[in-house]
């Protein structure tokens, strides 16, 4: 399972984008990129996944460069209600005996 | 469509007890998973339930086990609580056809040790 590395906090304003990078320099050829947002006191909600280029759905983007050895979650316009904890994983998407590892994530600070 | 309900919402033991924490899985999902997260940390595996079996398991130890019955719902036993227990446990739910990553989790059970 290749290990990722995210930024341990970030802060921003409400109505601006966030950028958050995640570093995965081991990544395989058959995994996929995944973010994860967990609010206190609640499990993980899945929010995107993707392979290469850009993916794009009602909550975020998605961008992943050619070598795949990074990846930059988006999300636009922020609110208040966008702090949480985002966690970025990297593993087989499409196999059924795959685990789940979860890093320290990225603690998303939204102030008014 | 009820998501993934886990019971119950708190628990509090002591040291040496035993507790059984259950799990639900959404609708049309065949597949279990169970995490420990401790405070300020990411979810941790234990392990995943599918067929009535384990299939695959984190790096816990043997007192903590688990069961999945025919209707899919899962239960994690914890046998000679320690301090270092007292932790969130999520289950996560998830279709054995689909993109193991996509897994649902509930709103989880915090158990406290004294």
């Known amino acids: 399972l290749a290990k990722t590395t995210q930024p341990i906090s970030m802060d921003s304003y409400e109505g601006q984008e966030v950028n958050i990078t995640c570093s995965h320099n081991?990544?395989?050829?058959?995994?996929?990129i995944t973010w994860y947002q967990q609010f206190p006191s609640q499990g993980p909600r899945f929010i995107i996944q993707g392979y290469k280029t850009k993916v794009t759905n009602e909550v975020a983007s998605l961008f992943i460069p050619a070598d795949r050895k990074s990846s930059t979650l988006s999300l636009p316009r922020v609110s208040l209600s966008d702090t949480a904890v985002y966690y970025c994983?990297?593993?087989?998407?499409?196999?059924?005996?795959?685990?789940?590892?979860f890093g320290s994530g990225t603690r998303l600070s939204i102030r008014p | 469509d009820a998501g993934v309900t886990q019971s119950p919402t708190h628990l509090i033991k002591t040291r040496g007890q035993q507790v059984t924490l259950r799990c639900s899985p959404k609708s049309g999902h065949d597949t279990v998973s169970w995490y420990q997260q401790a405070l300020g940390q990411g979810p941790q595996f234990i392990f995943q339930y599918y067929e009535e079996e384990e299939r695959q398991r984190g790096n816990f130890p043997d007192r903590f086990s688990g069961h999945q019955f025919p209707n899919y719902s899962s239960e994690l036993n914890v046998n000679a609580l320690l301090l270092g227990d007292s932790a969130l446990y999520l289950c996560a739910s998830s279709v054995s056809t689909g993109r193991e990553y996509e897994q649902y989790f509930g709103p989880g059970t915090r158990l406290t040790v004294t």
């Open positions: 081991n990544i395989a050829t058959n995994d996929y």
């Open positions: 994983l990297v593993g087989e998407g499409y196999s059924s005996a795959s685990k789940i590892i």
